[in-house]
């Protein structure tokens, strides 16, 4: 069971450069999710998936595009790097429940995450 | 929206006495809530979590915290520290927002343990 695998690891780019981040969980999960990660500031929210098709920004969508089009895969694009860009990116997904099912909720998996530098 | 603080950037303990990490989140009903770590260079591992029911939640490697409603806290405790315990501590937060369940993370806490 692999869980949330992410690719790649590390990866340093140019201003101006474009790439695309991989991420795919094999748990059927229903919701994905992109943060950032920054010193001293947590984890910020890019964008998110509730299902396949179905994508929303988060806090800080600037400079980054999504797209889901299986359950299984939620790549991010970075169109044009930037050096405000460089940071470690975390892909998570969930399977959460509400009402009576409250107690089936799953937690957020973590992949072990991308570490961008943008020079 | 949902909100987590984590008041303490850094807390200093000596290996062998307990620990309590701080969390007080901001949500009008009962939320998800979480307690993650996160060694260097590595991902964020669950440590344990409360959705309903027993305030009292147990967690893995020894961590316990505790839901108090009146406070909005969830705070992070272990009776005696570990120097492996060192790593950074996020709190978080999940609640339904427009019928999307959206974890809420916050800044961290670096825990440092002195020999």
């Known amino acids: 069971n692999a869980g949330v695998t992410q690719t790649p690891k590390f990866r340093i780019l140019k201003i101006g450069q474009s790439m695309t981040l991989q991420c795919t969980q094999d748990m059927n999960h229903n919701y994905m999710y992109w943060y950032r990660q920054d010193p001293g500031m947590g984890l910020k929210l890019i964008y998110y998936s509730v299902g396949a098709g179905i994508t929303d920004k988060g806090e800080v969508p600037n400079g980054y595009n999504v797209s889901r089009s299986t359950t299984e895969d939620f790549p991010l694009r970075l169109e044009l790097a930037a050096p405000s860009q460089t940071s470690v990116y975390f892909c998570?997904?969930?399977?959460?429940?509400?009402?009576?099912?409250?107690?089936?909720?799953?937690?957020?998996?973590f992949g072990q995450g991308t570490r961008l530098t943008v020079v | 929206a949902q909100s987590v603080t984590q008041p303490d950037i850094h807390i200093t303990v000596s290996e062998g006495a307990s620990l309590e990490l701080r969390c007080n989140y901001s949500y009008g009903a009962t939320p998800y809530l979480f307690w993650y770590v996160q060694s260097p260079g590595q991902g964020l591992q669950l440590l344990l979590k409360?959705?309903?029911?027993?305030?009292l939640v147990q967690g893995i490697k020894g961590f316990e915290a505790e839901f108090k409603r009146s406070q909005s806290s969830f705070n992070l405790r272990k009776p005696s520290v570990h120097w492996s315990d060192a790593a950074e501590y996020f709190c978080?937060?999940?609640?339904?927002?427009?019928?999307?369940?959206?974890?809420?993370f916050g800044r961290g806490t670096s825990l440092i343990v002195h020999p």
């Open positions: 409360y959705f309903s029911g027993d305030t």
């Open positions: 998570a997904s969930s399977y959460p429940r509400t009402g009576t099912y409250r107690s089936m909720n799953t937690e957020a998996f």
């Open positions: 978080a937060v999940g609640a339904p927002s427009g019928g999307s369940y959206i974890p809420t």
